[in-house]
Protein backbone atom coordinates (compact mmCIF):
# COMPACT_ATOMS: atom_id res chain seq x y z
CA UNK A 1 0.00 0.00 0.00
CA UNK A 2 1.37 3.28 -1.05
CA UNK A 3 1.18 5.91 1.63
CA UNK A 4 0.06 9.59 1.22
CA UNK A 5 1.90 12.34 1.93
CA UNK A 6 0.99 14.93 3.67
CA UNK A 7 3.30 17.99 4.74
CA UNK A 8 1.55 19.89 7.57
CA UNK A 9 3.06 23.46 8.73
CA UNK A 10 2.82 24.99 11.63
CA UNK A 11 4.80 27.40 14.37
CA UNK A 12 3.84 26.29 17.17
CA UNK A 13 5.35 22.26 18.33
CA UNK A 14 1.86 21.69 20.22
CA UNK A 15 0.39 21.64 17.20
CA UNK A 16 2.45 19.86 15.11
CA UNK A 17 2.29 17.26 17.51
CA UNK A 18 -1.45 17.19 17.53
CA UNK A 19 -1.92 16.79 13.80
CA UNK A 20 0.85 14.24 13.63
CA UNK A 21 -0.85 11.83 15.96
CA UNK A 22 -4.16 12.97 14.60
CA UNK A 23 -3.19 12.05 11.26
CA UNK A 24 -1.56 9.21 12.59
CA UNK A 25 -5.29 7.74 12.89
CA UNK A 26 -5.54 7.13 9.29
CA UNK A 27 -2.17 4.11 8.18
CA UNK A 28 -2.55 5.57 4.73
CA UNK A 29 -1.30 8.99 5.54
CA UNK A 30 2.57 9.46 6.11
CA UNK A 31 3.14 13.55 7.64
CA UNK A 32 6.27 15.53 7.88
CA UNK A 33 5.81 18.60 9.67
CA UNK A 34 8.04 22.03 9.32
CA UNK A 35 7.67 24.76 11.46
CA UNK A 36 8.74 27.60 9.21
CA UNK A 37 7.28 28.75 5.54
CA UNK A 38 10.91 28.56 4.28
CA UNK A 39 11.39 25.50 5.49
CA UNK A 40 7.89 24.04 4.03
CA UNK A 41 8.94 25.28 0.69
CA UNK A 42 12.29 23.30 0.33
CA UNK A 43 10.46 20.58 2.49
CA UNK A 44 7.36 20.66 -0.64
CA UNK A 45 10.05 20.23 -3.71
CA UNK A 46 12.04 17.75 -2.25
CA UNK A 47 9.64 15.33 -0.40
CA UNK A 48 6.51 15.94 -3.06
CA UNK A 49 3.81 15.61 -0.58
CA UNK A 50 -0.02 15.19 -2.30
CA UNK A 51 -0.87 18.08 0.03
CA UNK A 52 -0.09 20.71 2.10
CA UNK A 53 -1.56 21.74 5.62
CA UNK A 54 -0.68 24.94 5.72
CA UNK A 55 -0.94 27.48 8.95
CA UNK A 56 -1.88 31.52 8.36
CA UNK A 57 -0.37 33.00 11.23
CA UNK A 58 3.31 32.22 11.52
CA UNK A 59 6.57 34.55 12.06
CA UNK A 60 9.13 35.43 9.53
CA UNK A 61 6.87 34.16 6.58
CA UNK A 62 3.13 33.60 6.57
CA UNK A 63 0.95 30.92 5.25
CA UNK A 64 -0.98 33.33 2.56
CA UNK A 65 3.32 34.05 1.50
CA UNK A 66 4.59 30.49 1.75
CA UNK A 67 1.78 29.96 -0.76
CA UNK A 68 2.61 32.42 -2.77
CA UNK A 69 6.38 31.14 -3.06
CA UNK A 70 5.46 27.61 -3.34
CA UNK A 71 3.14 28.49 -6.81
CA UNK A 72 6.29 30.21 -8.06
CA UNK A 73 8.16 26.94 -8.22
CA UNK A 74 7.83 24.52 -11.15
CA UNK A 75 8.53 21.58 -8.74
CA UNK A 76 5.71 22.61 -6.11
CA UNK A 77 3.49 24.79 -7.95
CA UNK A 78 1.01 22.25 -8.61
CA UNK A 79 0.38 20.67 -4.96
CA UNK A 80 -2.73 21.20 -3.30
CA UNK A 81 -2.77 23.71 0.19
CA UNK A 82 -5.01 23.54 2.72
CA UNK A 83 -4.86 26.47 5.33
CA UNK A 84 -5.44 25.74 8.73
CA UNK A 85 -6.16 28.87 10.62
CA UNK A 86 -8.80 30.40 13.07
CA UNK A 87 -9.75 32.94 10.75
CA UNK A 88 -12.22 31.09 9.12
CA UNK A 89 -14.53 33.70 8.26
CA UNK A 90 -16.12 33.65 4.79
CA UNK A 91 -14.51 36.43 3.72
CA UNK A 92 -11.29 35.14 5.04
CA UNK A 93 -11.55 31.49 3.14
CA UNK A 94 -12.99 33.35 -0.48
CA UNK A 95 -9.62 34.92 -0.41
CA UNK A 96 -7.37 32.26 1.13
CA UNK A 97 -9.52 30.50 -2.59
CA UNK A 98 -8.55 33.20 -4.41
CA UNK A 99 -4.86 32.88 -3.22
CA UNK A 100 -4.27 29.84 -4.61
CA UNK A 101 -5.34 27.40 -1.85
CA UNK A 102 -8.14 24.32 -2.29
CA UNK A 103 -10.20 25.20 1.26
CA UNK A 104 -9.43 25.66 4.90
CA UNK A 105 -9.66 23.47 7.76
CA UNK A 106 -10.88 25.84 10.95
CA UNK A 107 -8.43 25.75 14.11
CA UNK A 108 -9.69 24.92 16.74
CA UNK A 109 -10.45 21.07 14.87
CA UNK A 110 -11.08 17.94 16.23
CA UNK A 111 -8.11 15.94 16.52
CA UNK A 112 -10.25 12.85 16.42
CA UNK A 113 -11.88 13.98 13.04
CA UNK A 114 -8.81 15.46 11.42
CA UNK A 115 -7.45 12.91 9.74
CA UNK A 116 -11.51 12.40 7.93
CA UNK A 117 -11.20 15.97 6.82
CA UNK A 118 -8.56 15.68 5.27
CA UNK A 119 -9.09 12.03 3.55
CA UNK A 120 -12.46 14.10 2.31
CA UNK A 121 -10.23 16.68 1.08
CA UNK A 122 -8.30 14.58 -0.85
CA UNK A 123 -11.35 12.66 -2.63
CA UNK A 124 -12.71 15.73 -3.39
CA UNK A 125 -9.36 16.76 -5.08
CA UNK A 126 -8.92 13.29 -6.73
CA UNK A 127 -12.29 13.19 -7.96
CA UNK A 128 -12.28 17.15 -9.38
CA UNK A 129 -8.67 16.26 -10.95
CA UNK A 130 -10.54 12.91 -12.80
CA UNK A 131 -13.14 15.37 -14.65
Not at 42 to 55: G, V
Not at 76 to 83: E, N, Q
Not at 102 to 129: C, E, N, R, W, Y
Amino acid sequence: MTSIRILHVDDDPDIREIVDLSLGLNPELEVRACGSGPEAIEAAAEWSPALILLDVMMPQMDGPTTLSHLRQNPRTSGIPVLFMTARAQTREIEKFIALGAQGVISKPFDPMTLADMVSDHLHTLVAASAL
